[in-house]
């Protein structure tokens, strides 16, 4: 079975952690674990996001030139490798002798007139407090968001992905035997300009929507979104709050979820297993072979009557499109992936 995984930036680097390189080495070692026990009987992409990461690269960069930083396309990049390096070391540290594994930079396209870059809603970085967000606002212009924890995070553009870019090469590694780690924090975000050369953008692409597409443009046959909560809840956080076990599409966008948090995840399953008919599975990292089996997180496949079909009037199936077979879809008329 073909599996893309998906993992969070605050499962690699936990709530309340500090930023340090040894916290993060252990919790992705921890990881490490969870994706070996998989990728034993299973062929397995990992995707992972860089939330806190790519901001505290920011936060450093600002530091030493508030006038210059550092665009978030290139510390994209720079988490992509650091990350990357980081799972794919202790991977294979976890595998047998002779396991292949390979790290790729991911390009990922969006739409330069997304309304997210107009609407900031995805945290970054360290969580503040009240006094400390006001300060890093004043000095550097960054806009805040007020967490359910009541500290504050720096929140950026999160445009939807569009194509993503190499899948031929990674089709090609995982055809050989090779695990691959790729569109870390949801890819480098590119835009084309108006003379068709592509150009990096201050933005940070959520990585469960990128995983949705990488799974539907690699025919994965299942997608597991893993993160530091158990499943989706009914009423989250209240006294009353209820898991969701198996479910389906329709059950699920009926839920009001944070975009900054939840939301994006049961999107990106949800655009998945509409698309392809297969399973998308949202929990904890600890559980992914669980979630897989149906013991554990919540599961979402839609009816058979719902899975897409091309209805004549424009292209609905995602293909591969272009020299480097990238994957690309549609957007409906408020921006969703169909």
């Not at 806190?52 to 450093?60: N, Y």
């Amino acid at each position: 079975m073909r599996v893309v995984v998906a993992l969070g930036g605050n499962a690699l680097l936990q709530r309340g952690q500090p930023m340090t390189a040894r916290a993060q080495h252990a919790n992705v070692r921890t990881a490490a674990a969870a994706l070996a026990d998989l990728a034993r009987d299973h062929q397995i992409v990992v995707a992972h996001g860089n939330g806190p990461q790519v901001g505290l690269l920011a936060l450093q960069g600002a530091a030493y030139d508030p006038e210059r930083p550092w665009p978030l396309d290139v510390l994209g990049a720079e988490t992509e490798g650091m990350i990357g390096y980081l799972i794919e070391q202790e991977l294979m540290n976890a595998l047998p002798e002779g396991s292949k594994c390979a790290t790729l930079l991911s390009r990922v396209e969006v739409n330069p007139k997304d309304p997210a870059f107009k609407t900031p809603t995805k945290p970054i970085g360290p969580v503040y407090t009240k006094a400390t967000a006001a300060q890093a606002a004043r000095d550097h212009g960054w806009e805040m968001v007020t967490e359910a924890t009541g500290g504050q995070r720096r929140v950026v553009p999160s445009p939807l992905p569009v194509r993503i870019f190499g899948l031929y090469a990674i089709k090609l590694l995982l055809d050989n035997g090779h695990i691959v780690i790729c569109a870390g924090g949801g890819g480098i975000p590119v835009v084309r300009t108006i003379n068709g050369e592509m150009t990096g953008v201050d933005a940070v692409i959520d990585k469960d929507r990128t995983a949705a597409l990488l799974a539907l443009g690699l025919g994965a046959d299942a997608l597991l979104l893993l993160t530091d909560v158990p499943a989706v809840f009914h009423h989250f956080g209240r006294e009353d709050q209820s898991a969701i076990r198996d479910t389906n599409t329709e059950a699920l966008e009926e839920l009001n979820l944070a975009a900054g948090s939840m939301g994006p995840k049961v999107g990106a399953a949800v655009a998945f297993a509409r698309a392809s008919g297969k399973l998308a599975g949202i929990g904890q990292l600890a559980d992914a072979r669980a979630i897989l089996e149906g013991r554990a997180g919540t599961r979402i496949l839609p009816p058979i009557a719902h899975t897409r079909r091309n209805n004549g009037t424009r292209p609905r199936t995602s293909g591969f499109t272009g020299a480097d077979q990238s994957v690309s879809v549609w957007l409906d008329d408020g921006g969703a992936v169909v």
